[in-house]
């Protein structure tokens, strides 16, 4: 079972330079998520999905772009590289028929270095 | 600002010692989620508390959720190496219409031998 993968797994990027994160999920699911995590500040939502071709801003959207053509896959783009987006990315996915209780599932995460 | 503290940050015992995290808002919910997180893999779900009050227990883990459902606190019993992670807590429902899905900061426990 494939569930939420994510690519690349790790990239170096310049200053400057442009990328775009893959995520595709094989269950179904109508929300996906993609999430930046530093040491110590634990989880921060960067963009959200709740369907093919709608997309919505988290807590720290700026110098990112996102895009789901399809239910399938979210994709997370930089479009000019800084230094302060050197992180490791999440996505996850989850059902939307089950609100209250639905539960996350994550991909293994990209790890991005910005030189 | 985050909508759901956690506490403590970091935490660091022995195997064999208990431990309690929490996870606190001045919010209610009516569900709330505990994750997981090992070094270098993604977090995955413990369990969801939905009712005030509510008292989980998987295996060695206990979780508790408020009376006021503002608050819960996960107890881990005769702590083991593998219980070494990142404990984050998330409200169990989106909290917009979208479907916008936030994790509290999450606490980092790390158990020695």
């Known amino acids: 079972n494939a569930g939420v993968t994510q690519t690349p797994k790790f990239r170096v990027l310049k200053t400057g330079q442009s990328m775009t994160l893959l995520c595709a999920q094989d269950m179904n699911h109508e929300y996906m998520y993609w999430y930046r995590q530093d040491p110590g500040m634990g989880l921060r939502l960067i963009h959200y999905?709740?369907?093919?071709?709608?997309?919505a801003k988290g807590e720290v959207p700026d110098g990112y772009n996102v895009s789901r053509l399809k239910k399938q896959n979210f994709l997370l783009g930089l479009e000019s590289a800084a230094p302060s987006q050197t992180s490791v990315y999440f996505c996850a996915s989850r059902t939307g028929t089950a609100p209250f209780t639905g539960e996350l599932f994550f991909g293994e995460g990209s790890r991005l270095t910005v030189l | 600002t985050q909508l759901l503290e956690q506490s403590p940050q970091f935490l660091s015992i022995q195997e064999g010692e208990n431990l309690t995290v929490y996870c606190n808002s001045s919010s209610v919910f009516s569900s709330l989620q505990w994750y997981r997180q090992e070094p270098g893999e993604g977090p995955v779900l413990l369990v969801t508390?939905?009712?005030?009050?509510e008292v989980k227990k998987l295996k060695r883990l206990t979780f508790q959720f408020g009376d006021a459902r503002k608050d819960s606190s996960l107890h881990i019993t005769a702590a083991q190496t593998g219980d070494t992670g990142l404990y984050l807590c998330a409200p169990g429902v989106a909290t917009d219409s979208w479907g916008k899905f936030q994790f509290g900061a999450g606490t980092q426990v790390v158990v020695t031998p």
């Open positions: 508390v939905v009712t005030g009050g």
């Open positions: 999905s709740v369907g093919e071709g709608t997309t």
